[in-house]
T-cell receptor, first 117, second 110 residues
Framework: GAVVSQHPSRVICKSGTSVKIECRSL??????MFWYRQFPKKSLMLMAT?????????EQGVEKDKFLINHASLTLSTLTVTSAHPEDSSFYIC?????????????FGPGTRLTVL | GQQLNQSPQSMFIQEGEDVSMNCTSS?????WLWYKQDPGEGPVLLIA?????ELTSNGRLTAQFGITRKDSFLNISASIPSDVGIYFC??????????FGAGTRLTVKP
């Protein structure tokens, strides 16, 4: 149980375009989803926390208009990188926690490698 | 904010050896978690600890939640090549926020 999927696993886009990444909880209801960014050989950096049906809470320094997060249902959250630039190239990972899981433990998706040319 | 110090940063060991890594925090956490990340993948939960003093095993892995609630360690016994990866500790506070250590990169030589 507690499986989280992400799509796509890899995406290459041109500078200036927008990219949408999906995060789904497959076998539980995710009341809270988290989006992380990871630079090479670095730890995970929390970007934002989203609760189903409400606006995401962004960490300090993360641009809300740049990284649009939607958590429209209990099984789906999306991260849209708007007007992507090469510096947005990174590994983006989502995680989810839910009511049915023990003590709000987070389970991670497999990640999405974004490359902006 | 809450800071996690994870050590060591990297380890190079021989197959069969035991491994120990730890995390310390400047403040208290309610939950300590240990994750392993393979290259190009998301972290996978190894062990979750919910009570101070708790000692939990998962196969060859053993982790403990420190009595002070400011530290945790992870031990891997009799390492094998597939143990290679990056191990992250994570501490979780009252409001579901989670902070990660910088990671320990483990290399196991056959």
């Amino acid at each position: 149980g507690a499986v989280v999927s992400q799509h796509p696993s890899r995406v290459i886009c041109k500078s200036g375009t927008s990219v949408k990444i999906e995060c789904r909880s497959l076998d539980f209801q995710a009341t809270t989803m988290f989006w992380y960014r990871q630079f090479p050989k670095k730890s995970l950096m929390l970007m934002a926390t989203s609760n189903e049906g409400s606006k995401a809470t962004y960490e300090q320094g993360v641009e809300k208009d740049k990284f649009l997060i939607n958590h429209a249902s209990l099984t789906l959250s999306t991260l849209t990188v708007t007007s992507a630039h090469p510096e947005d190239s990174s590994f983006y990972i989502c995680s989810a926690s839910g009511r049915s899981l023990q003590s709000d433990t987070q389970y991670f998706g497999p990640g999405t490698r974004l490359t902006v040319l | 904010g809450q800071q996690l110090n994870q050590s060591p940063q990297s380890m190079f060991i021989q197959e069969g050896e035991d491994v120990s890594m730890n995390c310390t925090s400047s403040s208290i956490f309610n939950t300590w978690l240990w994750y392993k990340q393979d290259p190009g993948e998301g972290p996978v939960l190894l062990i979750a600890l919910y009570k101070a003093g708790e000692l939990t095993s998962n196969g060859r892995l053993t982790a403990q939640f420190g009595i002070t609630r400011k530290d945790s360690f992870l031990n891997i016994s009799a390492s094998i090549p597939s143990d290679v990866g990056i191990y992250f500790c994570a501490g979780q506070g009252w409001i579901d926020d989670m902070r990660f250590g910088a990671g320990t990169r483990l290399t196991v030589k056959p």
